[in-house]
């Protein structure tokens, strides 16, 4: 019998889900995990936790979900494919679902070359569309890849992620189009920040009836100050802060800049809650995790529900 995850549960309810990052340590100290996982208690619905994001190595994720598991949570497992044959990624599926992981995020994986070990070899066996579909095939079918049955079938809810601002525009709801047919059952996307460029996307992924098929959960991270958003404008790839949001937060003294960036964080939110085809927020407070009780508060996003 399939264990229902809670953000599942929460979706057939027809609820708004709200989820948040946990980023694990670059040691083995459980104790971050913990600290960081009080912060998001009775706050967020799911947590999910990193799998050695851009390529810094880190606390396995694995091992970070079941240190969350233990604290009450329902982890959202990050598995990028950088790093993974697809003998190992069908372990680590089975392993998952056997400790009780319900979700599962299914990723590439960032190019190792931009972490902090440049000269490890990738692997790359796979993309993000084809391991969304070596999940699905593993619960659905119960069989391996090479078609051999399996002794206890993984329930684990697929999950992806998707930038809606990368180039090019045009073909990026047809790419989640993409990943609807593989089998992802809900999407987590990169932070809005261009809300009107992000409506034009949904309303083309509307048009293609992908929002009924793919709980959609929009993702927004607050900035911290003026230099964070500049960094995230120019730095990062596939990021879209308008100029405007920059000039809002020079407006105000640097002291009341990352109250500045909650409030646009909030502002975000709460024009995304009345989107149509949009089923939740992801919160991504980097590092800052103390952060997401107050922002979720400050949108309307508490008490969570309940659901059985």
């Known amino acids: 019998m399939k264990t229902k995850s809670n953000i599942e549960r929460i979706l057939e309810s027809g609820q708004l889900v709200v989820t948040s990052e946990c980023g694990p340590p670059r040691g083995?100290?459980?104790?971050?995990?913990?600290?960081?996982?009080?912060?998001?208690?009775?706050?967020v619905d799911a947590v999910n936790v990193t799998d050695n994001q851009t390529s810094v190595v880190r606390m396995s994720s694995f091992s970070a979900c079941l240190i969350l598991k233990e604290m009450g949570f329902d982890p959202i497992l990050q598995m990028v494919c950088r790093d993974r044959n697809r003998i190992a990624i069908q372990s680590d599926i089975l392993g998952a679902a056997a400790l009780g992981i319900n979700n599962i995020l299914c990723l590439?994986?960032?190019?190792?070359?931009?972490g902090d070990h440049?000269?490890?070899?990738?692997?790359?066996?796979?993309?993000?569309i084809q391991l969304i579909q070596t999940v699905k095939t593993m619960r659905d079918d119960g069989k391996f890849l090479e078609g051999e049955e399996l002794k206890g079938k993984p329930m684990l809810f697929i999950g992806a992620a998707e930038n809606?601002?990368?180039?090019?525009?045009?073909?990026?709801?047809?790419?989640?189009?993409?990943?609807?047919?593989?089998?992802?059952?809900?999407?987590q996307t990169q932070c809005i920040y261009n809300a009107p460029?992000?409506?034009?996307?949904?309303?083309?992924v509307r048009d293609r009836g992908?929002?009924?098929?793919?709980?959609?959960?929009?993702?927004v991270t607050p900035f911290k100050s003026v230099g964070m958003a500049r960094y995230m404008k120019n730095s990062v790839p596939g990021m879209d802060v308008?100029?405007?949001?920059?000039?809002?937060?020079?407006?105000?003294?640097?002291?009341?800049q990352s109250e500045e960036g909650i409030k646009i964080c909030v502002e975000t939110i709460q024009r995304l809650k009345?989107?149509?085809?949009?089923?939740?927020?992801?919160?991504?407070?980097?590092e800052w995790e103390e952060k997401v009780r107050e922002i979720a508060e400050m949108a309307g996003l508490l008490p969570r529900p309940q659901v059985m």
């Open 210 to 219: 992908l929002h009924e098929k793919v709980a959609i959960l929009a993702g």
């Open 197 to 204: 460029r992000f409506e034009k996307w949904m309303e083309m």
């Open 242 to 256: 308008p100029e405007e949001m920059i000039e809002r937060l020079k407006g105000v003294p640097k002291e009341k």
């Open 28 to 43: 083995a100290d459980a104790e971050v995990i913990r600290k960081k996982g009080k912060l998001l208690q009775g706050a």
């Open 164 to 187: 809606p601002f990368a180039d090019p525009f045009e073909i990026r709801a047809a790419r989640l189009g993409k990943k609807a047919r593989a089998g992802v059952e809900f999407l």
């Open 274 to 286: 009345e989107l149509p085809g949009i089923r939740g927020i992801h919160i991504m407070a980097i």
């Open 118 to 128: 440049p000269r490890a070899k990738n692997v790359f066996d796979m993309d993000s």
């Open 108 to 114: 590439t994986g960032d190019h190792q070359k931009f």
